[in-house]
C-alpha cells in the first residue's frame, strides 16, 4: 500500500460510491454501503471512496453503541463478500485527521493523493455520494 | 435527455426535495425525460401519505403527485429506508400487524436495486441530498 499516481490503478468502473459521513451520528455511511452492496449484488462493477469523516469508517473497532446502531465493521467485512475490491481512500482526508495510512487496517485499500480522487471520480461513469 | 433524480433530504427540514421537485418540473416543461425519482435516507419522507403542511406553504407530496399524473415518471422508495421510519404501504402494513398504512400509489416501494438501475439506464442521475 502506498500513495499512488494516476493511471496506475485507476482503471474504468461502471459505479463509485462515495462515503463521506462517520459511521456514527446518522445513517449515511450504512444506507451509502448497503447502495454500494446491492450494486455489486446486481452484478455492477463498483468502487468505494472513504473521504472526509469517512475515512473514520476504516478504523477498527466501530462497534455497535449506546444508541442501538449496528456497527460499521460487519458491513465492511462483507464487502469482499459482496466482490467490491476497489475501495480507495482520501490521503488529504486522513490527514486532517490526525491519521496515516497505518490506521486505516481495517480493508485493504488503495491511498490517494487529493488530486487523484478528482482523476478517480472521472474513471467511473456513474457517481452515487452519500 | 432522460433523468432520474435521487432525493435523501427530508421534506421541510432540508432544501433538497423542494429543489428536486423545481428541477424535476423544469425537465418535464422543457420536454426532458424523467424516468424516475428515487427517494431514499429521510428523503422518503417525501411520500408520507399524512403529510400536512400549513395551507400557505407548498404541499411536497402533492406536487410530486401531479409530477406522477403527467404519465412517465416513477416515484420510487427505498422499502428498507422507509420501514425503518414507519412509511408502510398497505401490504407491509398487514404483513406487520400495523391497523393503518401511511404510504400509496403512485408511490412504490421498491429495493435499492432500483436506484442501482435508474443510476445506470439514464443519461444522468441527479442527487439532492
Redesign the interface.
Known amino acids: 500500500m502506498g500513495i499512488v499516481s494516476p493511471g496506475e490503478s485507476l482503471a474504468p468502473g ?2 463509485l460510491v462515495i462515503l463521506r459521513h462517520a459511521p456514527h451520528g446518522s ?2 455511511l450504512r ?1 451509502g454501503l ?2 454500494a452492496m ?2 455489486a ?2 452484478g ?1 462493477e463498483v468502487g468505494l471512496l472513504f473521504t472526509g469523516e469517512g475515512v473514520l469508517a476504516l478504523l477498527e473497532g466501530q462497534q455497535a453503541g449506546a444508541l442501538g446502531q449496528k456497527g460499521s465493521d460487519n458491513l465492511l467485512a462483507a464487502l469482499e463478500m459482496y466482490d467490491v475490491e476497489r475501495c480507495y481512500v482520501d490521503a488529504a482526508a486522513l490527514e486532517r485527521r490526525g491519521l496515516s495510512e497505518n490506521d486505516v487496517s481495517l480493508l485493504p485499500v488503495t491511498v490517494l493523493a487529493h488530486a487523484d480522487v478528482v482523476a478517480l471520480t472521472q474513471c467511473f ?2 457517481v ?3 | 435527455m432522460r433523468y432520474a433524480l435521487a432525493v435523501y433530504g427530508g421534506p421541510y427540514s432540508q432544501q433538497a426535495s423542494h429543489s428536486a421537485l423545481r428541477f424535476a418540473e423544469a425537465l418535464l416543461a422543457r420536454g426532458h425525460q424523467l424516468t424516475t425519482v428515487f427517494f431514499y435516507h429521510d428523503g422518503v419522507y417525501n411520500a408520507a401519505s399524512m403529510m400536512a403542511p400549513p395551507q400557505d406553504e407548498p404541499h411536497l407530496r402533492d406536487r410530486w403527485l401531479g409530477l406522477a399524473a403527467q404519465g412517465e415518471t416513477r416515484l420510487q422508495v427505498c422499502v428498507a429506508a422507509a420501514l425503518r421510519r414507519g412509511l408502510l404501504d398497505e401490504r407491509e402494513a398487514t404483513r406487520h400487524g400495523k391497523q393503518s398504512y401511511t404510504l400509496e400509489a403512485p408511490f412504490e416501494l421498491t429495493g435499492l436495486g432500483q436506484l442501482v438501475e435508474a443510476t445506470l439506464e439514464n443519461d444522468h442521475l441527479i442527487t439532492f441530498a
Request: no cysteine; proline share 0%.
Open positions: 461502471e459505479l445513517s449515511w444506507e448497503e447502495a446491492v450494486a449484488a446486481f455492477r461513469s456513474r452515487l455520494s452519500f
